[in-house]
């Protein structure tokens, strides 16, 4: 397995020293077969043990390993060394304050996640565990592809719209909630329509389209939100031109 | 141990020169303030049109005779009109995505549909215009 040294410019940030990140770069001897988190890896066991960033399954499952590669939201157990230039700069995801190093605070996204009700909600009936929903699979077809997000956030670091406006719910969540409100078995949709169809919530997305192309797990979140946008309006002209009519 | 984390600035006015998809995204939407000049520009043929008077008609028709003019229409129709639509016809399929049953439709076939009734109503129009 042949070698490569690749430069790898490392955004660094200590809270209890640094005033602000700087890059500070590391030669690392590659194997073409590596993914950037390996080297990564191999920077914490041998070059730097004070570096700090997040991972666990390094098979696209966990969606912890979410980061800038030269400029690009991914998940670095994906990103391979073999089609990577010799210089890299590493960032942390962007749109989110750094904890340290390469780890972000997702708290605003966690906290919107709560108030989307990313569950399946049920309304008015007696809860008996030996009771199933039915769900066929052309039911099941509607959503399956946004029950695939991992959470790596990418979408999010993507955005230009939440890097300006914090506020914006964001692709991810407005994803996951769609997901729910297509779901056969949920009965939520209500519920979830005051924050989704809020100035905050799908209506904030100007369809740039970027957290579609960066998603790791082909999620079309552009789409949902989208989708969200033509039922919001129907939901809107049914209440104030047809009233009286069942939504 | 205490936490700080530090927040990166944004730039409000310039965060599209960052990214190449940046860009692309506001060169199409800048596009619609030129669809926009391009809807004044109907507009006021439309006021010489009604204000009844044959030279008003005629200043107008004139002034589209002019280099710039022309050169503004041609313009108007390939990255106005064909780029605006290539990428919303492009988008269709995200929006508004069919199922039936257990298939869904593909989606080069929603982009099809909306290129036919393109060609339909160009048709219909440069029928009614008189010139097929």
């Known amino acids: ?247 | 141990m205490s936490r700080r984390p530090y927040i990166r600035p944004v730039s409000r006015t310039a965060w599209y020169m960052t990214h190449v998809r940046y860009k692309s995204y506001m060169l199409r939407e800048l596009t619609c303030v030129l669809v926009a000049v391009y809807c004044v520009l109907i507009l006021s043929g439309l006021a010489a049109l009604a204000s009844g008077t044959q030279t008003r008609w005629d200043e107008f028709l004139a002034s589209q005779q002019h280099l710039a003019w022309i050169l503004f229409h041609g313009f108007a129709l390939v990255f106005f009109t064909v780029y605006q639509s290539i990428a919303w016809f492009g988008l269709a399929p995200k929006a508004m995505p069919l199922q039936m049953g257990d298939r869904t439709v593909p989606g080069g076939l929603i982009v099809a549909a909306h290129y036919m009734l393109w060609l339909v109503l160009s048709a219909a129009l440069f029928w009614i215009a008189g010139v097929i």
């Open chain 1, 1 to 247: 397995m042949s070698n490569r040294v690749l430069q790898l410019e490392i955004m660094r940030y200590d809270p209890e020293q640094d005033a602000e990140p700087a890059y500070r770069t590391y030669s690392v001897p590659c194997q073409e077969d590596w993914a950037i988190l390996d080297a990564l890896n191999y920077i914490k066991e041998n070059l730097d043990t004070t570096l700090s960033y997040r991972w666990s399954c390094h098979m696209m499952v966990c969606g912890s390993c979410g980061m800038m590669v030269n400029g690009e939201p991914s998940l670095t157990c994906k990103v391979f060394v073999r089609d990577l230039p010799d210089r890299v700069r590493i960032e942390p995801l962007a749109n989110f304050p750094i904890e340290r190093d390469l780890v972000v605070v997702l708290d605003d996204v966690m906290e919107k996640m709560q108030r989307a009700q990313l569950h399946i909600i049920r309304s008015g009936e007696a809860k008996d565990p030996s009771s199933e929903h039915e769900q066929s699979p052309a039911a099941l077809k509607k959503f399956k592809q946004y029950t695939m997000c991992i959470n790596c956030m990418a979408c999010y670091a993507a955005c230009p719209q939440y890097a300006l406006d914090p506020e914006f719910i964001g692709p991810a969540v407005l994803a996951l909630a769609h997901r729910y409100n297509l779901d056969s078995r949920d009965q939520g949709r209500a519920q979830r329509l005051n924050l989704l169809a809020d100035h905050d919530g799908a209506w904030n997305c100007s369809f740039v389209g970027a957290c579609s192309e960066v998603c790791p797990k082909q999620v079309d979140p552009a789409a949902a939100i989208q989708q969200m946008k033509i039922e919001a309006s129907v939901e809107w002209l049914k209440q104030n031109l047809l009233p009286g009519m069942p939504s």
